[in-house]
């Protein structure tokens, strides 16, 4: 039974991580930027919408609200940020320097701003237990589920059924014929952030619900959505999202053998065995 | 005048991580935030040393130097060989680790509660216990760093780094050992690291995770940004000019519990403008 909670734990967290890591691999395998500054954008959203809820806003348009805060941030970030450094010809380590940079300003804000400690989100509906079978979940975690896979179907649809989609896939596919018949990468860029944003909001809301929120809690999920995207293969949306699920629930199932605090040790060990033999990731394209 | 001495003990002592993070990120150009992982390797190795008394200071440096050298060089070898992005997630995987390992790993670190008591260093069988003293040692540490880092800029095998820097290929074609060179610079930095953490733990005689997190990483790399790569004189004036911010931010009235925050978010406002407006830093040349 504690197998199963786990492995019911793991697939929640996961596809939580996995929206995190399909919206950055959105972003990477767009605008070829290393946005170390998601994890800051995800912290922001969550806090944005603890303030909604906190002033009385009804909790869905209290997301909706975090949504546009964060589409607002990522789109001046790649505007105000990553743009003039791609214009001046910046070398890639100096942009990561900026983006280190920017995440650092975001998490110091919302630590100086809400403090350092961890707020717990006053919603009731969250914390009530369901039992499915011998299961429990959470109303949180139940959200969590939902809306993440949920998201995951409207992003594929997205990728793949629509113009624009088409459109930021042919970007991400070649630049520069992209430049030449009138793509406007540029503007694409914006976008790409912008919707990316709007994206890792959601489980940069519904994850707080369960555990609560703390200024500098996004680097640990970015970085193993970041793995994830890369063991998934660049430029794979689904990769990236199947693959941040089947890390985290190693990564809870490993709590049978080991206590909690080495988890980091299991996700960098799949991402060591990656490097060695599979660096391209399973489903790499082109 | 104790109060200047620790700020000329602590820059000094940062000076030799200036190095080390420049001859990674500036000479090599590898982004790292790593680096105070490595550092607080080598103070832990010596902290544990001094205090169970098995080794006396500098066989415990040396111990310590070696240690990190060997791990330096394990961080970096996959930076050598994978494409740069993936390098990154490397440098943040390692530094996540090591933190966790230095909060929870209780017999070998002290896990969250640190080693107090580090003993100071002796010399020769003397021990040296004055800060004054102490002072002495660091200035040792931090100019024989600076000439190893001179010296091996201006010899054939800088003009080899530098020369990787600009075409890489074209080395290779020349039949120079990239891979060598590389390797090499990451050791070199990984011994200085090592060096800077016997004298921290034996400095400050009580060491924690809090000292080699990521946000220590952050520090290093903000300095050498700021203070310029790849330059001695870049990553002398970074540290000395960063580790004096907590004492301008004292000045300006901010409750204690935010100063912390407070200088997270000059370091970070500190990297993108630099980035930005100045990439390459006061005193370096262009990243």
Known sequence: MLLLQLLANGIVTGSALGIVAVSFALIYSTTRVLHVAHAGVFTLGGYLAWSLVRAGVPDLLALGGAMAGCVVLGAAIQQFLYAPLERRGAAQLVVLIASLGMLEVIQNVLAAVYSPDILQFPSAWAGRVFGLGGLRLTGAQLA???????AFGWVMWFAHGTLLGKRIRAVAANPFLAEITRLEPRRVHVLVMAIASALVCLPGV?????YGLQPYGGVTPLLTATIA????????????????????????????????????GVTFAIFIVFMLFRPRGLFASG | MDYLYSYLILSEIYVLLGLSTNLLVGVVGIFSVSQAAVFGVGAYIVGDFLLSGTLSFLPAVAVAAVACIALNVLITLPSLRVAGDYFVVTSFGIQLLASATFTNWTWGTGGANGLPGVPPPDLFGMQIASTRGILAVSTVAAVLGCLAFWLILRAPFGRLLKAIREDELAVAAAG?????????????AGAFAGVAGGVYATYLSFIDPTSFDLDASILLLTMVVVGGARTLWGSVLGPFLLLALPQLLTLIAIPTTYAATMQQLVYGALLIAFALFRPQGLLGERL
């Open chain 1, 144 to 150: 969590t589920v939902g809306v993440d896979f949920a």
């Open chain 2, 176 to 188: 120079k050992g990239v891979l060598r060179a590389k390797v090499s610079a990451a050791a070199l």
């Open chain 1, 229 to 264: 995207m890369i063991a998934g293969g660049i430029g794979s949306l689904a990769g990236a999202f199947f693959l941040a699920i089947a890390i985290v629930v190693l990564q809870n199932l490993s709590l049978l053998v080991m206590p909690g605090e080495w988890s980091i």
């Open chain 1, 206 to 210: 519904l994850g707080p619900l369960d």
